[in-house]
């Protein structure tokens, strides 16, 4: 794989070129997929996904981080102010509380989205509850319950916790504990890394 030959030999030949050029860089890369989940079904290379997860960084959902909305919004505001002539210059403390209201699916692009289409369609300098237009939620299909969580959790916590627990039950033995949740080997030891619990390699039977 070209890209990989870059990341850890740090050399690279141009198309229809004959010379091997060396390069310093470094890279960043993003993306909305779990590539944990990607790894464990095999969509994504083990070697890569080491190669790039040097110094990750998880950045939560809009929905997880509101306080972070008066800020944006604050910043949307005066970006679209720039761009046209319309005079919106903030937002009353009523049409905040719907944002700060709302599940956020779309994350930041999504907010950025309903201030632009909240300012173009504005009537006065400051955005009301009525020019906040927000998309309503997908109805849910018949006969199909949503899964209901712990108060105050997310579900990669939740999940956390179950991973833990299994693993204490299995006191570390990680087969066991693969067992007990119903999953394999190599999908547990992705889920641990994740909270922080390192692979020894042969630290049990296989």
Known sequence: MKLLRVLQEREFERVGGTRTLKVDVRLVAAT???LRAALEGGTFRQDLYYRLNVVP????????????????VKLFIGRFAERSAKPVMGISAEAM??????????????????IERGAALALGTVLQPDDIQLDAPRAQMPGVTAPILPEGK????????????????AKGNKSEAARLLGIS???L??????IGIRDEHADEPQ
């Open 57 to 72: 960084i998880d950045i939560p959902p809009l929905r997880e981080r509101k306080e972070d909305i008066p800020e944006l």
């Open 32 to 34: 909305n997929r779990d």
């Open 185 to 187: 080997r190599n999908a």
């Open 154 to 169: 997310t579900l990669d916590e939740w999940e956390d916790e179950i991973i833990l627990a299994a693993y204490r039950r």
């Open 189 to 194: 030891r992705y889920r641990l890394e994740k």
């Open 97 to 114: 509380e719907k944002l700060m209201d709302f599940h956020w699916p779309g994350n930041v692009r999504e907010l950025e989205n309903i």
